[in-house]
């Protein structure tokens, strides 16, 4: 198994850019899925992005054209990429690892702020 620890979450104007970063502990190169979840106050968690370990992505609705999900097997990192954010994307983003039949794990999370 691996653990994943975000980063890059901050404060932002609508309109700005983030780029959030999971680093795992050990290999992704065989994760099935590697994505990014996010949550807001009195909300489920909701899928954002995902990458398979094929690099197959898929976006939310909401998201499409925004942001943009991608992995460095090499760094055992994965990114997502915010751009034209609103203050609708204001969430703790976390970080899944999907690996069939063994483990499903999450990171800790990050907050994503978008002010109007």
């Known amino acids: 198994q691996v653990r994943l620890v975000e980063s890059g979450g901050g404060l932002v104007q609508a309109g700005g850019s983030l780029r959030l970063s999971c680093a795992a502990s050990?290999?992704?190169?065989?994760?099935?899925?590697m994505g990014w979840y996010r949550q807001a106050p009195g909300k489920q968690r909701e899928l954002v992005a995902q990458?398979?370990?094929?690099?197959?992505?898929n976006y939310a609705d909401s998201v499409k054209g925004r942001f943009t999900i991608s992995r460095d097997n090499a760094k055992n990192t994965v990114y997502l990429q915010m751009n034209s954010l609103k203050p609708e994307d204001t969430a703790v983003y976390y970080c899944?690892?999907?690996?069939?039949?063994?483990?499903?794990?999450w990171g800790h999370g990050t907050q994503v702020t978008v002010s109007s």
């Open positions: 899944n690892a999907l690996k069939f039949m063994n483990y499903n794990n």
């Open positions: 050990g290999s992704i190169f065989s994760i099935d899925i």
């Open positions: 990458i398979t370990s094929g690099g197959t992505t």
